[in-house]
């Protein structure tokens, strides 16, 4: 049996990417996770709490995932090819997080925004070095690093929105069209993937 905190947090997720953050009521939480909806003050402060954790968990998560590719990997294609995985299997492994991630930073607070916003940032900034040294090494054709970022990530990001587990292709085999269609597109005319 999961620790109650937990069942607290998965009924967030459930409604706030179902429903949205300020259409779901913190009883309706309280409902499914099998509580009174007193009891989750015991948990959790206030039902921003809940959305700030729901938020900062996934971005850490993938902030710390995007460093460890950085720092193992020297090879610029190798790490955009593993960049590009680990975006698309944590974007469908966790598709109702990262769609409140991607959805609800207008309900956060506005003490609580730039925390998260600076989460986001730090993210940004990783493929911004990615890009940027692949660029350097003569590897990648040199592109305007901020925007070529923001493309991958919407691209990567968007498989959450279609992708279906039963569907006809696999999470794998999507990373392979995506990495043939991003690296094709960096690479310049002389390099062979």
Request: with cysteine; net charge negative.
């Given at each position: 049996?999961?620790?109650?905190?937990?069942?607290?947090?998965?009924?967030?997720v459930?409604?706030?990417?179902?429903?949205?953050?300020?259409?779901?009521?913190?009883?309706?939480?309280?409902?499914?996770?099998?509580?009174?909806?007193?009891?989750?003050?015991?948990?959790?402060?206030?039902?921003?709490?809940?959305?700030?954790?729901?938020?900062?968990?996934q971005?850490?998560?993938?902030?710390?995932?995007?460093?460890?590719?950085?720092?193992?990997?020297?090879?610029?294609?190798?790490?955009?090819?593993?960049?590009?995985?680990?975006?698309?299997?944590?974007?469908?492994?966790?598709?109702?997080?990262?769609?409140?991630?991607?959805?609800?930073?207008?309900?956060l607070?506005?003490?609580?925004?730039?925390?998260?916003?600076?989460?986001?940032?730090?993210?940004?900034?990783?493929?911004?070095?990615?890009?940027?040294?692949?660029?350097?090494?003569?590897?990648?054709?040199?592109?305007?690093?901020?925007?070529v970022?923001y493309?991958?990530?919407?691209?990567?990001?968007?498989?959450?929105?279609?992708?279906?587990?039963?569907?006809?292709?696999?999470?794998?085999?999507?990373?392979?069209?995506?990495?043939?269609?991003?690296?094709?597109?960096?690479?310049?005319?002389?390099?062979?993937?």
């Open positions: 049996m999961r620790p109650m905190r937990d069942s607290i947090l998965a009924a967030a459930q409604l706030f990417a179902e429903y949205g953050y300020h259409a779901a009521p913190l009883r309706d939480i309280a409902r499914i996770a099998g509580i009174q909806a007193a009891s989750i003050y015991h948990h959790y402060p206030n039902k921003q709490a809940l959305l700030v954790e729901i938020m900062a968990t971005m850490q998560h993938l902030n710390q995932s995007l460093e460890h590719i950085l720092q193992e990997h020297q090879d610029s294609l190798v790490r955009l090819d593993a960049a590009i995985a680990n975006h698309i299997r944590l974007h469908t492994m966790y598709k109702a997080e990262f769609f409140i991630v991607d959805t609800e930073i207008r309900a607070d506005p003490e609580n925004r730039p925390y998260i916003l600076s989460l986001r940032d730090t993210y940004e900034q990783l493929w911004q070095e990615l890009l940027r040294t692949g660029m350097e090494q003569g590897i990648f054709r040199t592109s305007d690093v901020k925007v970022s493309a991958i990530i919407a691209l990567c990001t968007e498989v959450a929105t279609w992708f279906k587990p039963e569907g006809r292709l696999t999470v794998q085999q999507v990373i392979v069209l995506y990495r043939q269609l991003i690296t094709h597109g960096l690479l310049l005319p002389d390099q062979s993937v």
